[in-house]
């Protein structure tokens, strides 16, 4: 495949994504057919996502990180991390309700999310970079969402659909990680009130702040800084949990506190922040 063949074809792709997410139909896998299509392609492809978002007036709130937890490796059957970017049009208020019919098939995650007081850029980057450039740590939780159908993904399809990402909601209050073992953090799911999903930090890539060392490294390769200001989001504590109707999901962190996230059918004025 010749370069302006291939610049042609992931143009088609992402367009395909963004119709999906517009319009709630989901499409087929994008590697079914296309062997060729590496992880760099998918990344491209998501480049191609993000740009006309930010130049539309959205603003790039910081990274998360996905497939850390072994958990989410085996349940969507892949075997590394990814990342993408968190953009400010799925940023929602903690509490907020979504509207089910503006979504495909969510699913709820767990995550401590680390807000960043100072930059952050590979190469070298460790833990301890990690924890000096932190300036708290907040309960979060990730609705991810796949614009291709039925969940059946490979790496690939899920860096290319913006890491299956769609909404973030993220604590008002954070505490510091002085004094915290983030890898001892335990974390318990409730919907409607009923546990449904438990957690702890050790199963983020063994350490959520490793997690964000890998992204810190892996985007400095690329050129791109974690920025002071950003938040990251360093992936699932546990197996995600499927959003099957009206519903309401807390997550409740030891020594962080919680947040919660409803969702209902319909479209409830003003409470969902769809792009």
Same mark, same amino acid.
């Not at 088609?12 to 392609?41: F, K, N, S, Y």
């Given at each position: 495949? #010749? ?10 792709? *992402? ?28 990344? =491209?492809?998501? %480049? ?6 930010? =130049? ?7 990274? +998360?990180?996905?497939? #850390?937890? +072994? ?25 907020? $309700?979504?509207?089910?019919? *503006? ?20 190469? @070298?980057? #460790? ?24 969940? +059946?993904?490979?790496?690939?399809? #899920? ?6 990402? *769609? ?5 008002? $209050?954070? !505490? ?17 009130? %009923? ?10 890539? @063994?350490?959520?702040?490793? =997690? ?11 050129? !791109? ?19 099957? @109707? ?7 962190? %030891? @020594? ?7 969702? %209902? ?11």
């Amino acid at each position: 495949m #010749t370069t302006p063949q291939r610049t042609a074809e992931l143009d088609r792709l *992402a367009d395909g994504l963004r119709i999906a997410e517009r319009t709630r139909i989901p499409i087929d896998q994008i590697t079914a057919g296309r062997p060729w299509l590496t992880p760099v392609d998918a990344y =491209a492809i998501q %480049e191609r996502l993000v740009r006309p978002r930010l =130049a539309a007036g959205e603003t790039l709130e910081g990274w +998360k990180i996905g497939l #850390t937890a +072994k958990a989410m490796q085996e349940q969507l059957g892949v075997d590394q991390p990814d990342y993408g970017a968190i953009l400010s049009g799925w940023v929602v208020p903690d509490g907020a $309700t979504l509207a089910l019919d *503006a979504l495909i098939a969510p699913r709820v995650e767990a995550e401590i999310c680390f807000r960043l007081a100072r930059p952050l850029r590979g190469p @070298g980057i #460790t833990v301890d970079d990690v924890l000096a450039a932190t300036a708290g740590v907040s309960a979060a939780i990730e609705v991810i969402d796949s614009r291709i159908r039925d969940w +059946k993904l490979t790496l690939v399809d #899920t860096i290319a659909d913006m890491a299956s990402s *769609a909404r973030i909601v993220v604590a008002e $209050t954070s !505490v510091p990680v002085e004094g915290i073992d983030l890898r001892a953090v335990g974390v318990t799911v409730l919907r409607d009130g %009923e546990p449904v999903a438990t957690g702890v930090g050790a199963a983020c890539l @063994g350490d959520p702040a490793a =997690a964000v060392a890998w992204a810190a490294n892996t985007l400095g390769a690329l050129g !791109v800084t974690l920025e002071a200001g950003h938040i990251v989001m360093p992936g699932a504590l546990h197996a995600s949990v499927p959003v099957t @109707g009206t519903s309401r999901f807390e997550a409740r962190f %030891e @020594g962080i506190g919680s947040v919660t996230i409803g969702f %209902e059918s319909g479209r409830p004025g003003g409470t969902d922040h769809a792009s």
